[in-house]
């Protein structure tokens, strides 16, 4: 991952090396902050990011759940983030707004402390490991279980929440495997550490509802998009944990993982233990689009030139 040569912090872009903030940042101590994870790809008529407004959207969405009140509009988010991906002169990237509570007082109540911004960019390949995408990965259901609603806030994407992923990814890494699948409080399927989960039987694709402690995806809504497309019925609804083990294909959605298989769950392989056909199809026309090979149908890509 090489450094990019501008930060935009609270305005202006400056340099990477620069954008620093001091030890006594309440965000580093309380996981006071907001945060987004965008991917811009490259085309021939330079970087396209994708979802730009709905990452934007559901940063000022998670900061109103968080009382906090962001001090610039969405418009202008969606502008510094064009604006630092191009000034970087990247083809493609992967991109990080953040909101987090400064350094003028210490203690639990953030409200003492003023708001600060930030958009960072680098160069990122496959989230989940370069042959992830086509062969798949191994994972394992977590002994950690999803944070719970009226505990946290599993819609909201808050840095303080991402103590429970940490915990679950560890878990996964230290067991062999590449990733975790979390179940929620009532033991049902919720999502991975930084992904949401489909699961197909008999041609027909599950997924984990809104009250199941998941986030509601943005790359999740999208290939919701392509599978309607394709003709695939999808099910929201709650999924149990045995499920897993008897399912045809797996899948994780997300900005990092885009759209990665899962070939095994703890140890059992899934369908022929390889990425399935529905899979496949969803996963090459996402690819194609946020790639520039197809139309852009549904408005994805927004240039930063």
């Not at 062999?176 to 027909?204: K, M, P, Q, R, W």
């Not at 885009?258 to 026309?285: F, H, W, Y």
């Amino acid at each position: 991952m090489a450094d990019a040569k501008y930060i935009w912090m609270d305005g202006k872009l400056i340099e990477w090396d620069k954008a620093t903030v001091h030890v006594k940042t309440h965000a580093l101590h309380y996981g006071s902050s907001v945060f987004e994870g965008l991917r811009a790809y490259a085309s021939p008529a330079g970087a396209k990011v994708l979802f730009l407004k709905e990452h934007i959207r559901r940063l000022f969405r998670s900061a109103k759940a968080y009382r906090m009140e962001l001090p610039y509009s969405e418009d202008a988010l969606c502008e510094a983030v064009k604006t630092v991906v191009r000034e970087n002169g990247h083809a493609a990237c992967y991109i990080r707004p953040i909101a987090f509570r400064g350094d003028e007082a210490l203690g639990v109540n953030p409200r003492r402390c003023s708001v600060r911004t930030a958009i960072f960019t680098m160069e990122w390949g496959a989230y989940l490991g370069a042959e992830a995408i086509e062969k798949g990965v191994d994972v394992g259901v977590s002994s950690w279980r999803r944070t719970v609603p009226g505990v946290g806030m599993p819609l909201g994407k808050i840095g303080g929440q991402y103590v429970n992923s940490q915990m679950m990814v560890m878990e996964a890494l230290d067991h062999g495997y590449t990733e975790a699948i979390a179940l929620d409080i009532e033991g049902h399927v919720s999502e991975g550490s930084g992904e949401n989960i489909f699961v197909v039987l008999d041609g027909v694709i599950y997924t984990p509802p809104m009250a199941g402690s998941i986030l509601l995806g943005i790359t999740r809504a999208g290939v919701m998009q392509i599978a309607h497309s394709l003709g695939y019925e999808i099910r929201e609804q709650s999924i149990p944990r045995e499920l897993l083990y008897m399912a045809d294909e797996i899948f994780f959605t997300g900005t990092a993982a885009e759209v990665t298989p899962v070939r095994s769950v703890d140890k059992v392989p899934i369908g022929s233990g390889a990425r399935g056909p529905i899979t496949e199809r969803i996963q090459s026309l996402f690819f194609d689009i946020v790639n520039s090979r197809v139309e852009d149908r549904w408005g994805w890509l927004t240039p930063v030139n």
